[in-house]
């Protein structure tokens, strides 16, 4: 029977058996429908017509059952409707939240934290969003605290750090394109972590910037390693270039050939110079060699070098007479790429390359004042700076000083400074001459005829007595030099197995004898000496006037800043003019 009444019915029959209310309704209605036909079935006089008599009764009922019906009808629909948007939010949330798991899943797999920040009301500034889970696994901040105070995000970049990320963040903000931002963020524990944010701008439907998105990472360990990476490039090339100058210079100190390669001789004079060796090598005092030229004084700092702690490096030498003196700055201390016309590149300078090592300064007496300057501060203080670079260095060298010259009179001239004489002069060695060893010439000679053999193909093997005779007499103004030029000559010239001299050594190479006869010779004058008194003569004879007709250039037949440069170099200064009391008197 149920299933025969009308879909309305059936449906308000169903809905009013599972709701009390309804239930309650429709037994109120059927009570009041058969009420009111009870009451016109009762009425006083039964012969009466139904209608006339009780048309508003049943008009009346009727009303009162359509007003119930559309009132039931509305009930059931609304619950229906209730029912369909309590499933339907239900739907929606759990799908909300299986979103939301879906996210969750999505921001803990990003390596970063995830962020987003909208525009406040005023339009002045912006205030956090949104914040990804992973700030407190980065931080140690929950998200709670986080987003408990405006620009968080701002407070733990260290304060030096804040005005300059604002603005960058402000500016990609206003730019309205993406970013990149790196600064360091203060974790909850005190730690200081290298972070970069990568920032997207947030637009509404009109394009209008509304907030900015970001994705921060921690690169801490990124920059740890690009820091070591680049130290180590940085040393890298440091070695590089050390590498590349010791090559070089140990090339030069394979290739080069000494005329000796030990220091040879048995006299007093040389066992003394080697005693004086084994005492200075283990220190680290500085060393000036004095010695005439060719007395093998470059020999005796390379045995002080082999013989000290600093021997597993290569010794390095600079001969300071030998570079112009606009160059000798630069080969020792270096310079940076630009620093004068024509630095192309960076180059070490010899103290430099020499850290740990021995430097060699070979005729020391040649380097110009404003350079002595410079020397004494390294020999003093241990550091110096490159040219064109204001970044101080600090350089631990030993320093051995050569010099053919007498440095104490050049203090006394002016030329040679008396702090920077003090400083080389710790520990001095002064190598004899050649004629005040003559019991080694033998020694010397058998060496140089051995490795003239094996460089010119020859079978020398004797030297007769008259040959060694002359030899130990000459007196030898070259010294060692000298005497290995005059074997190899000699050797060249020597057709069979016996050494004959090419030239004759005789008395026409010696220094005539004093005037009182007693024999002795006077020691030779050094070039130098030689072209300062003569320069000095014409100067006088020419009246110290150096240019125009009859000038002292004229003479020498120089120009006049040669003149001026090698009077500058020799230290010769015009004498200041003496007065004698009478004259000043007369005056």
């Known amino acids: 029977m149920y299933n025969y009444l009308p879909r309305l019915c059936r449906s308000v029959l169903g809905n009013s058996l599972r709701s009390p209310l309804l239930l309650g309704a429709l037994s109120l209605f059927l009570f009041a429908t058969f009420t009111q036909i009870a009451h016109a079935f009762n009425a006083s006089d039964p012969e009466t017509t139904l209608w006339p008599n009780y048309k508003w009764h049943i008009i009346g009922a009727v009303s009162l059952m359509v007003v119930e019906t559309l009132l039931i009808a509305f009930l059931l629909i609304s619950r229906t409707r209730q029912r369909r948007a309590e499933a339907e939010s239900e739907r929606f949330a759990q799908l909300a939240e299986s979103e939301q798991r879906r996210l969750d899943e999505f921001l803990s797999n990003v390596p970063g934290l995830v962020w987003e920040s909208r525009v406040n009301p005023d339009g002045a500034s912006r205030s956090e969003h949104f914040v990804s889970q992973h700030v407190e696994k980065m931080l140690g901040y929950t998200v709670q605290e986080w987003m408990s105070e405006p620009r968080f995000w701002l407070k733990i970049i260290p304060e030096e750090e804040r005005e300059q990320s604002l603005r960058l963040n402000d500016e990609i903000f206003a730019s309205g394109t993406g970013g990149v931002v790196q600064h360091h963020w203060k974790t909850k524990d005190g730690r200081l972590l290298w972070v970069e944010a990568h920032l ?15 994705v921060t990472l921690d690169i801490t360990e990124r920059k740890i390693a690009e ?22 210079y140990l090339r030069e100190y394979v290739e080069l050939r000494h005329e000796f390669e030990d220091i040879i001789g048995h006299s007093d004079e040389i066992k003394y110079v ?26 005796v700092a390379r045995a002080i070098h082999n013989a000290s702690p600093r021997k597993d490096r290569p010794i390095v030498k600079i001969n300071c007479a030998a570079l112009p003196a606009n160059l000798i700055e630069s ?11 024509g630095a192309q590149t960076r180059k070490i300078g010899r103290f430099e390359l020499a850290d740990g090592a021995t430097l060699f300064l070979d005729e020391i007496g040649e380097l110009p004042l404003e350079l002595q300057v410079k020397l004494l501060r390294v020999l003093q203080e241990g550091e110096f700076e490159r040219l064109g670079s204001s970044q101080t260095r600090k350089v631990d060298v030993r320093i051995i000083a050569a010099t053919n010259r007498n440095l104490k009179a050049e203090v006394q001239n002016g030329t040679f400074r008396e702090d920077l004489w003090y400083r080389l002069n710790v520990f001095p060695i002064t190598v004899p001459p050649l004629r005040q060893r003559k019991s080694d010439i033998a020694l010397l000679v058998n060496f140089f005829v051995d490795q003239a053999n ?15 005779q002359a030899l130990e007499n000459y007196y030898w103004p070259g010294n060692v030099r000298e005497l290995a030029n005059v074997v190899e000559r000699a050797l060249i010239n020597s057709n069979g197995t016996v050494l004959q001299l090419a030239d004759k050594l005789d008395s026409e190479l010696q220094l005539p004898v004093n005037g009182n006869g007693n024999g002795h010779h006077k020691p030779l004058s050094k070039l130098e000496d030689v072209e300062r ?10 009246e110290w006037r150096i240019e125009g007709p009859s000038g002292a250039a004229e003479v020498l037949a120089l120009n006049s800043s040669t003149l001026r440069s090698r009077m500058n170099k020799l230290g010769i200064k015009r004498p200041k003019p003496q007065f004698s009391v009478v004259s000043a008197s007369k005056n």
């Open 200 to 214: 997207s701008v947030i637009f509404d439907e009109n394009k209008v910037p509304v907030g900015l998105r970001g």
């Open 227 to 248: 820091e070591g990476l680049r130290n180590a490039l940085i040393q890298v090339e440091q070695l590089k270039d050390q590498f590349q100058k010791e090559n070089v």
């Open 274 to 299: 080697l005693f004086k060796i084994q005492q200075v090598a283990p220190t680290d005092a500085s060393v000036l060699i004095q010695g005439e030229t060719g007395t093998g004084k470059e020999l």
């Open 331 to 341: 080969e020792l201390f270096g310079h940076e790429k630009g620093a004068f016309t």
């Open 454 to 468: 094996r460089k010119l193909g020859r079978i020398v093997k004797t030297i007769s007595p008259q040959t060694l």
């Open 533 to 542: 008194d003569h320069i000095v003569a014409v100067l006088d004879a020419c």
